[in-house]
């Protein structure tokens, strides 16, 4: 499923009916399966929402992790295909330890074959794309939020401002072993950091499958119907807020 992001969830007739330079924001794609039995399932929510992101894109590439020692902490050097030469970046974690492995120890798990990223309590990804911003992100993330604590995305673009997603906002847990999808694609916006991090310091969780584009990548990406902000379509962003970044 997608969404087109925006400043608030109260919109006015109005607003809906401005031009789309007016209301020009990511557009973002996001599935969950609650209890997928440690794969993702064929045709479940998080797989549609991936498939529909990459609908969007052209000749990207996919980190699933395989080529990290098991073990390897950050940070990470990741390297992908751009419209015109590679888009490297890095990864790096805040507040606890990020490592490749092929284990499964609370309920994370593998969505490509053998490995993903666990990101240890209390810990933030942060991945910097300052050589070569990007215009699309998406990820498989596993066993988030059955703790507690809220799945927060975080954008920097490359004027400083910061643009955030609240994925999951459920203190009191889901399911343990969940999967979901999330991404986002910016036709007008370019990136130079993501952060992920869930707001529980007893949280840990899976993430694999990293894609990343540019804007040369981006392929016909379908406008959502404005009903959609309203509708279910909104259970993966519950609030949008832009700040400057000091």
């Not at 906002?169 to 399911?175: K, L």
């Not at 992920?196 to 993430?207: A, E, L, Q």
Request: hydrophobic letters at 40%; charged letters at 10%; aromatic letters at 8%.
């Amino acid at each position: 499923m997608f969404k087109r992001s925006s400043r608030s969830l109260l919109f006015s007739a109005a607003l809906l009916g401005c031009s789309g330079a007016a209301l020009a924001a990511p557009v973002t794609y996001y599935g969950v399966d609650t209890t997928p039995g440690g794969v993702v399932p064929v045709g479940g929510n998080a797989v549609t929402a991936r498939t529909n992101f990459l609908n969007g894109l052209t000749s990207v590439g996919n980190e699933s992790f395989s080529a990290f020692a098991n073990g390897q902490s950050s940070p990470l050097t990741l390297s992908f295909p751009g419209s015109s030469g590679n888009l490297s970046a890095t990864l790096s974690s805040i507040g606890g330890t990020v490592i490749a492995t092929n284990s499964n120890p609370v309920g994370q798990f593998s969505t490509s074959p053998s490995m993903h990223l666990d990101a240890g309590f209390g810990s933030t990804l942060s991945i910097n794309f300052l050589l070569n911003p990007i215009s699309a992100f998406g990820f498989y993330g596993t066993d988030i939020s059955d703790s507690g604590g809220d799945l927060v995305v975080s954008l920097t673009d490359t004027l400083n401002n910061v643009t955030t997603f609240n994925i999951i906002q459920n203190a009191g847990g889901i399911n343990d072993g969940n999967v979901l999808f999330w991404g986002f694609i910016d036709t007008g916006v370019t990136y130079s950091n993501v952060s992920i991090r869930n707001t529980s310091s007893s949280d840990r969780f899976g993430f694999d499958d990293m894609v990343i584009g540019d804007r040369g990548q981006i392929n016909n990406v379908p406008e959502p119907g404005a009903l959609l902000l309203f509708g279910t379509a909104l259970a993966g962003m519950v609030l949008r807020q832009r700040r400057k970044a000091a």
